[in-house]
């Protein structure tokens, strides 16, 4: 994808927009994006506040984009995570992802589905009052607590039951003030009511996560994550506090914001195609028979996972990944110049219409091995990809089954009349007005 000086004269820039399909990417980027890949092609480029950016959009490019190793990261993220596993780069980003995988080796996962299945039959325990009375519950917001108890009890060892709220009203504040930095935001700097909130939150933030680092150094030791980023072969870790506090928060995002949504996204879409739930609910009924899953049930149960991952295929954990390319390049028939912001979407790859038949139609057979076999690998990458592909994929999937299976078991959840639902895709994939559903008992 690399090409020299002597070359470029033949290579043209890539086309793009201007006027009217511009004025709509702030109001919404989703359509905004579908419709640049539809009329313009897999390579397109349109003005930003921080420049022109270069939108890719066929698979073999993708692949090319991330697995470039003359290019670096951009994350609108880095002024709330630091130098988190996100947001760092070079042999920092190795040494720490190096220093963390442990925690994310399959015999570390296969323990965790105890502490998976026990929090969520919480959650299932105490939503009975709310299907006795008939009120309606934010998923959203359940699926936010659930995920961050979790995600707390297994890497940090802290069960964050009495935070969990204040924890989360401090990511999405924290999340919607970085939204003005954002490609589509029609300024690159926050505004100064903006930044008071982003600093309220921080520091909300930060009180909890250093008092964790404080208490565990004062505490036990675990063989968890947090353990690993305090203490390497049995010694005080080389990392300062703030180090290890970036990488908390980051798993705060990539730990619990992202399978949060992934699970309301899918509450959402089984709602919405009750033959899809049908055969989700007999699969469960077949295999677990009234029984809660373990980590042995998860491979079996094949229709729960490709409900997941469609869901992911429709509303992926993040709408694009952002890369600076150091160097002059060549995507098909077009030049991009070095020093360019270039972007993928999993987005819009999930719905190439030339990988993906009917792409705006909820149907998790696309996933069959037979199926999923035929395309290549970049059309469909919710974890993102190359040497930067997601730690936590293999827990994440795991968290979704487990959890999925377990509520669907109990309950159906029903959207309540007049909702909305409305994506707020600028950095996850949030629910803007959350996700209010009823439920009603399987087996009254």
């Given at each position: 994808?690399?090409?020299?000086?002597?070359?470029?004269?033949?290579?043209?820039?890539?086309?793009?927009?201007?006027?009217?399909?511009?004025?709509?990417?702030?109001?919404?980027?989703?359509?905004?994006?579908?419709?640049?890949?539809?009329?313009?092609?897999?390579?397109?480029?349109?003005?930003?506040?921080?420049?022109?950016?270069?939108?890719?959009?066929?698979?073999?490019d993708i692949r090319a984009v991330l697995h470039s190793s003359t290019s670096v990261r951009v994350s609108m993220l880095k002024m709330g995570l630091g130098q988190g596993l996100l947001t760092s780069e070079g042999s920092y980003w190795r040494s720490q992802r190096r220093r963390m995988q442990p925690a994310?080796?399959?015999?570390?996962?296969?323990?965790?589905?105890?502490l998976i299945i026990g929090t969520t039959v919480?959650?299932?325990?105490?939503?009975?009052?709310?299907?006795?009375s008939g009120q309606a519950v934010d998923v959203a917001a359940e699926m936010t607590r659930l995920t961050l108890r979790i995600i707390g009890k297994a890497l940090l060892g802290v069960d964050f039951a009495s935070k969990a709220d204040s924890i989360s009203k401090a990511i999405a504040t924290m999340l919607e003030c970085l939204k003005q930095l954002s490609f589509f935001a029609p300024s690159n700097t926050i505004t100064p009511s903006h930044n008071r909130l982003f600093q309220e939150a921080m520091r909300t933030i930060d009180k909890l996560v250093y008092g964790i680092i404080e208490d565990r150094r004062?505490?036990?030791?675990?063989?968890?994550?947090?353990?690993?980023?305090?203490?390497?072969?049995?010694?005080?870790?080389?990392?300062?506090?703030?180090?290890?506090?970036?990488?908390?928060?980051?798993?705060?995002?990539?730990?619990?914001?992202?399978?949060?949504?992934?699970?309301?996204?899918?509450?959402?879409?089984?709602?919405?195609?009750?033959?899809?739930e049908h055969r989700l609910h007999s699969e469960l009924d077949k295999l677990l028979g009234g029984?809660?899953?373990?980590?042995?049930?998860?491979?079996?149960?094949?229709?729960?996972?490709?409900?997941?991952?469609?869901?992911?295929?429709?509303?992926?954990?993040?709408?694009?990944?952002?890369?600076?390319?150091?160097?002059?390049?060549?995507?098909?028939?077009?030049?991009?110049?070095?020093?360019?912001?270039?972007?993928?979407?999993?987005?819009?790859?999930?719905?190439?219409?030339?990988f993906w038949e009917e792409p705006?139609?909820?149907?998790?057979?696309?996933?069959?091995?037979?199926?999923?076999?035929?395309?290549?690998?970049?059309?469909?990458?919710?974890?993102?990809?190359?040497?930067?592909l997601c730690m936590g994929k293999v827990l994440a999937m795991m968290e979704g089954v487990l959890i999925l299976a377990t509520i669907a078991q109990n309950y159906f959840l029903r959207l309540g009349p007049g909702e909305r639902v409305e994506p707020d895709p600028f950095i996850t994939f949030r629910l803007s007005h959350g996700l209010r559903m009823t439920l009603e008992p399987r087996h009254p």
């Open positions: 994808m690399t090409q020299n000086n002597a070359t470029r004269a033949n290579v043209k820039s890539p086309p793009g927009p201007s006027g009217i399909l511009l004025s709509e990417a702030p109001r919404d980027p989703l359509r905004f994006l579908l419709q640049l890949t539809r009329e313009y092609g897999d390579v397109v480029q349109f003005p930003t506040a921080f420049g022109p950016l270069y939108l890719v959009n066929h698979p073999d994310f080796h399959q015999q570390c996962l296969e323990s965790l589905d105890a919480e959650l299932v325990r105490g939503w009975r009052e709310f299907s006795e004062r505490g036990e030791k675990r063989h968890d994550l947090l353990g690993l980023l305090l203490e390497q072969n049995g010694t005080r870790s080389s990392l300062s506090d703030r180090r290890v506090r970036d990488e908390i928060v980051t798993m705060f995002i990539a730990g619990h914001e992202t399978t949060a949504n992934m699970l309301a996204w899918t509450w959402y879409l089984l709602s919405e195609h009750p033959e899809v029984r809660f899953p373990g980590n042995q049930d998860v491979a079996k149960l094949s229709y729960t996972k490709m409900v997941i991952q469609e869901s992911m295929r429709i509303y992926p954990p993040v709408l694009l990944l952002y890369r600076k390319s150091l160097v002059d390049r060549r995507v098909g028939d077009f030049h991009i110049p070095a020093n360019s912001i270039v972007a993928v979407s999993p987005y819009t790859a999930h719905r190439h219409p030339g705006d139609r909820f149907d998790p057979e696309r996933f069959t091995f037979e199926g999923h076999s035929k395309r290549p690998q970049y059309a469909y990458f919710p974890f993102g990809g190359g040497p930067h």
